[in-house]
């Protein structure tokens, strides 16, 4: 056995499991290792031949096993548990081998570790997986940043088990250092707003249009069909046809209105907040979640204030113009995500092509859509641009949709139907295409209150004034 697999992989959870038999499905041979034997079992099990995928439980036997220089990646919970496996790991290792973390570690996490190893001769990449269970298994979107050289040794394997864009691979080298875990954390951030939009367009056709499940479904169905065509919009159709097997109702209808998070949006909204990036969509996605998690109080304040009756709509022109608020809606979140991304570039020395970035999330990652081929072909038409709106091919795009999203925010904020997501969406297009803004009155109130000085429109200078004098 010594010496014999191509690929390590360290934590064999769901996600785990489906990325290695992934990688023996594409004719490369793998050892896995997890402390819990059951894991072992179901991998040995399922992998069916041992000369092709194998593990155990114990570290020694996984490392040697492995032919070199060593490529191990671990699918193991971001934080402690990495340091620990990496701890465990190190003394068994040889210089030049590779340690890959494929978990949605913080930045600069990676930052540390990959110092800390490049001194005892290990090269270590973090490479942002995309796709959840089933695309780890039928192909994710992968996002690897660190050592150039030791990710020319993964390269054929990630390229073989990543999802495919017209046959093109959804992987490439984004940058050094954390390049590959800073982009997933901000994929995270954008799938956080595009989820939040999705959701807030049901709630609006529900309580505006009337729209039942089975209408719901097919209206997103059909949107699948057209220039919205993603996988939330896909997924969305599916749930809300879903049965509920504990009543005769439909699943979506029992499900608490409490939505989780595991930290990613949040960490994209503080750093964008520490790089002076505006990404409102993606800020108030994060705090509606928070927003969910005050059940108990919502349900006393739903009782304590009047609420307005919905007034009713034309069905067929609200189901358009939804249509459209949301595509406008998805540009913005987009666009707030590549802005950062190129931003953090230059701030981190990360090198990134935004125009690569947009090419591999077409497909296998959870915000991949149709509208990624377009954002692709945005940056590659021009590397600097340094916001998707300034991008001629968008324009027509923005403009023949931005009505429809000022039409759905008056009738919510009228009508006491909460679109956040969709509101900030505007007002941030709103402000950026603002040649000016109301902030020369803030300027002013800074100057008076702490001496803070300000611009003037009419001459060059640093100015302050003694207010009221």
């Given at each position: 056995?010594?010496?014999?697999?191509?690929?390590?992989?360290?934590?064999?959870?769901?996600?785990?499991?489906?990325?290695?038999?992934?990688?023996?499905?594409?004719?490369?041979?793998?050892?896995?290792?997890?402390?819990?034997?059951?894991?072992?079992?179901?991998?040995?099990?399922?992998?069916?031949?041992?000369?092709?995928?194998?593990?155990?439980?114990?570290?020694?036997?996984?490392?040697?096993?492995?032919?070199?220089?060593?490529?191990?990646?671990?699918?193991?919970?971001?934080?402690?548990?990495?340091?620990?496996?990496?701890?465990?790991?190190?003394?068994?290792?040889?210089?030049?081998?590779?340690?890959?973390?494929?978990?949605?570690?913080?930045?600069?996490?990676?930052?540390?570790?990959?110092?800390?190893?490049?001194?005892?001769?290990?090269?270590?990449?973090?490479?942002?997986?995309?796709?959840?269970?089933?695309?780890?298994?039928?192909?994710?979107?992968?996002?690897?940043?660190?050592?150039?050289?030791?990710?020319?040794?993964?390269?054929?394997?990630?390229?073989?088990?990543?999802?495919?864009?017209?046959?093109?691979?959804?992987?490439?080298?984004?940058?050094?250092?954390?390049?590959?875990?800073?982009?997933?954390?901000?994929?995270?951030?954008?799938?956080?707003?595009?989820?939040?939009?999705?959701?807030?367009?049901?709630?609006?056709?529900?309580?505006?249009?009337?729209?039942?499940?089975?209408?719901?479904?097919?209206?997103?169905?059909?949107?699948?069909?057209?220039?919205?065509?993603?996988?939330?919009?896909?997924?969305?159709?599916?749930?809300?046809?879903?049965?509920?097997?504990?009543?005769?109702?439909?699943?979506?209808?029992?499900?608490?209105?409490?939505?989780?998070?595991?930290?990613?949006?949040?960490?994209?909204?503080?750093?964008?907040?520490?790089?002076?990036?505006?990404?409102?969509?993606?800020?108030?996605?994060?705090?509606?979640?928070?927003?969910?998690?005050?059940?108990?109080?919502?349900?006393?304040?739903?009782?304590?204030?009047?609420?307005?009756?919905?007034?009713?709509?034309?069905?067929?022109?609200?189901?358009k113009d939804a249509e459209q608020a949301l595509y406008f809606a998805f540009i913005i979140a987009y666009t707030q995500g590549m802005h950062q991304l190129a931003d953090a570039s230059k701030e981190y020395g990360y090198e990134l092509d935004l125009?690569?970035?947009?090419?591999?999330?077409?497909?296998?990652?959870?915000?991949?859509?149709?509208?990624?081929?377009?954002?692709?072909?945005?940056?590659?038409?021009?590397?600097?641009?340094?916001?998707?709106?300034?991008?001629?091919?968008?324009?027509?795009?923005?403009?023949?949709?931005?009505?429809?999203?000022?039409?759905?925010?008056?009738?919510?904020?009228?009508?006491?139907?909460?679109?956040?997501?969709?509101?900030?969406?505007?007002?941030?297009?709103?402000?950026?295409?603002?040649?000016?803004?109301?902030?020369?009155?803030?300027q002013g109130q800074r100057d008076y209150f702490g001496s803070h000085t300000y611009e003037r429109t009419d001459r060059e200078g640093i100015f302050h004034t003694e207010w009221g004098s």
């Open positions: 056995m010594a010496n014999t697999y191509d690929f390590g992989l360290v934590g064999l959870g769901v996600m785990g499991r489906n990325f290695i038999l992934n990688v023996v499905d594409n004719g490369f041979t793998a050892f896995g290792n997890d402390l819990d034997g059951e894991k072992v079992a179901a991998l040995i099990n399922e992998g069916g031949d041992t000369e092709k995928v194998n593990a155990s439980t114990d570290a020694k036997t996984f490392v040697e096993a492995l032919s070199t220089p060593r490529k191990i990646m671990l699918l193991v919970p971001a934080g402690k548990i990495v340091d620990a496996v990496i701890k465990n790991l190190l003394p068994l290792l040889d210089e030049g081998d590779i340690i890959i973390d494929g978990g949605n570690s913080f930045y600069t996490d990676t930052d540390r570790r990959e110092a800390y190893l490049k001194d005892k001769g290990i090269n270590f990449f973090g490479a942002g997986v995309s796709g959840g269970a089933k695309g780890a298994r039928r192909g994710p979107s992968i996002m690897p940043g660190g050592s150039r050289e030791a990710y020319q040794h993964v390269k054929p394997i990630f390229e073989a088990v990543s999802a495919k864009y017209h046959g093109e691979p959804c992987v490439t080298y984004l940058g050094p250092k954390s390049a590959g875990n800073y982009v997933k954390m901000v994929h995270n951030g954008i799938e956080y707003a595009m989820m939040q939009l999705t959701s807030e367009i049901y709630d609006i056709l529900k309580k505006a249009g009337g729209l039942s499940n089975q209408e719901l479904h097919q209206t997103y169905a059909s949107w699948n069909e057209g220039r919205l065509q993603s996988f939330l919009v896909e997924i969305t159709a599916a749930i809300l046809a879903q049965k509920d097997d504990l009543t005769d109702g439909d699943l979506v209808d029992m499900i608490l209105d409490k939505a989780k998070q595991k930290g990613t949006g949040k960490w994209t909204s503080q750093n964008a907040m520490d790089l002076g990036i505006p990404v409102p969509t993606i800020d108030i996605a994060v705090s509606m979640r928070e927003i969910s998690a005050l059940k108990e109080e919502r349900v006393k304040a739903d009782e304590l204030y009047d609420r307005p009756s919905p007034e009713p709509v034309d069905k067929n022109v609200l189901i125009g690569e970035i947009a090419k591999i999330w077409r497909a296998g990652c959870i915000i991949r859509a149709a509208l990624l081929a377009d954002i692709t072909e945005a940056f590659q038409a021009d590397k600097d641009l340094p916001n998707l709106l300034l991008s001629p091919s968008f324009v027509g795009k923005v403009q023949s949709t931005v009505a429809a999203a000022r039409k759905l925010v008056s009738y919510g904020a009228t009508n006491g139907i909460p679109l956040p997501g969709l509101s900030n969406s505007l007002t941030y297009f709103d402000a950026y295409t603002s040649e000016r803004l109301p902030l020369n009155v803030i």
